[in-house]
Structure formats: structure tokens, C-alpha cells
T-cell receptor
Framework: GAGVSQSPRYKVAKRGQDVALRCDPISGHVSLFWYQQALGQGPEFLTYFQNEAQLDKSGLPSDRFFAERPEGSVSTLKIQRTQQEDSAVYLC?????????????FGPGTRLTVL | KNEVEQSPQNLTAQEGEFITINCSYSVGISALHWLQQHPGGGIVSLFMLSSGKKKHGRLIATINIQEKHSSLHITASHPRDSAVYICAATRRAGGGADGLTFGKGTHLIIQP
């Protein structure tokens, strides 16, 4: 496929479980972003990669959140010891090059529900 | 106060009406984005603009840099335009990419 894909699309976790969310960006896209969207709210920035380098992780809400992109393509967002407030849609976006003038292409998101 | 504010939060209109959604921002930006999100669906980028006006089909986006304000207009609205429209800003980042700062979105319903 030509777009950004994310898996799983839906994830239900018991409080305290660890989860891993995957993002496959558009092939060749240098920049990759993770966003968190709570119900009824706009998305909020979590972290940004340029190739394999994590250049900004200022939006990660706690040290339970960890993201990686080891080979500069696929990225994984990991949440340890999930809490109910982590319930949200997690969106991944990629853009072709690393400037602020590039359009971001969004994946369908992973809806995480923590019980 | 949010750095990106949208109004209205909710808008219901009849098919054919001219729609305007407003966005104001309080930070220095390099680009302003208008995005569309359908229920249960992903986000689609409609426009990215840093000055002036852009048009695509029935959609028009304008930005006034001095007033830090942007508008999204939909002409001859149709029920399929029903979606959440989100305004987002890319901060002026001095050459590096930056994550978007989003408004809370405008939930638009177009009734037949």
C-alpha cells in the first residue's frame, strides 16, 4: 500500500499491561511523528524521528512511554504499565523530508482502551 | 489558553450552505494546516499554507499572518462533507521539522 499503516487498529489492555504499537510510514519518508488523540480532543504531539534519530520526545507524557525507529523506517511506540488515562487513539504520521514545510501523511491510528 | 483555537466547536448546516470555520493561533508559525477526520477514520491533509489563499474544488483556505488567523470555507456543502475539521500549526522551527500543534477540531454536520 502507498499510505501510512498502523497496527493493531484496536488494542484492549488491562491496566498494568505493556503494549506496543507499530507504524509503517510511507517508503522513503524521512520524518515520522507520533500523536495522541484523546476522545473528543485534537491530537497532541508525542515524539518525532528524523530517520532513526529521535530528535524530539518532549511530548511523551511519562517515562512509561518509549518510542524507537531503529532502522529509520518502521517505528514502535511502547507504553509500559498502562493506565486508564492512556486510553486514546495513537496516530502516526510521516513526511518526505525533514523540514517544517512538508505535508504530513497520517495513518488510520491505533485505538487503545485500557480497562 | 490553547495555542491554536478553533471556532465553532460544532456546526450543523443544511446542504448547499456556505460554511466557514475559523482558526486563530498565538505562536509564530511556519505553516498552517487544515485537516479532515471522518469518524473512525484517519486524518487527511486538506491544505498546508503559509500565506494567502488556496483552493481545491469546493474548499478554500485563507490565512492572514499579521492577524494570526486562518479560515476554511466550504462552498455548496454536501452531506459527505460531514467530518471533523482540524486546524494545526507548524511552529517556526528554524529549519528543522516540528510536530504539529492542533486545535480541538470543528465537528461539522451537513444535513440533506
Amino acid at each position: 500500500g502507498a499510505g501510512v499503516s498502523q497496527s493493531p487498529r484496536y488494542k484492549v489492555a488491562k491496566r498494568g499491561q505493556d503494549v506496543a504499537l507499530r507504524c509503517d510510514p510511507i517508503s522513503g519518508h524521512v520524518s515520522l511523528f507520533w500523536y495522541q488523540q484523546a476522545l473528543g480532543q485534537g491530537p497532541e504531539f508525542l515524539t518525532y524521528f528524523q530517520n532513526e534519530a529521535q530528535l524530539d520526545k518532549s511530548g511523551l507524557p511519562s517515562d512509561r512511554f518509549f518510542a524507537e525507529r531503529p532502522e529509520g523506517s518502521v517505528s514502535t511506540l511502547k507504553i509500559q504499565r498502562t493506565q486508564q488515562e492512556d486510553s486514546a487513539v495513537y496516530l502516526c504520521a510521516s513526511s518526505l523530508v525533514g523540514t517544517e514545510f512538508n505535508e504530513q501523511f497520517f495513518g488510520p491510528g491505533t485505538r487503545l482502551t485500557v480497562l | 489558553k490553547n495555542e491554536v483555537e478553533q471556532s465553532p466547536q460544532n456546526l450543523t448546516a443544511q446542504e448547499g450552505e456556505f460554511i466557514t470555520i475559523n482558526c486563530s493561533y498565538s505562536v509564530g508559525i511556519s505553516a498552517l494546516h487544515w485537516l479532515q477526520q471522518h469518524p473512525g477514520g484517519g486524518i487527511v491533509s486538506l491544505f498546508m499554507l503559509s500565506s494567502g489563499k488556496k483552493k481545491h474544488g469546493r474548499l478554500i483556505a485563507t490565512i492572514n499572518i499579521q492577524e494570526k488567523h486562518s479560515s476554511l470555507h466550504i462552498t455548496a456543502s454536501h452531506p459527505r462533507d460531514s467530518a471533523v475539521y482540524i486546524c494545526a500549526a507548524t511552529r517556526r522551527a528554524g529549519g528543522g521539522a516540528d510536530g504539529l500543534t492542533f486545535g480541538k477540531g470543528t465537528h461539522l454536520i451537513i444535513q440533506p
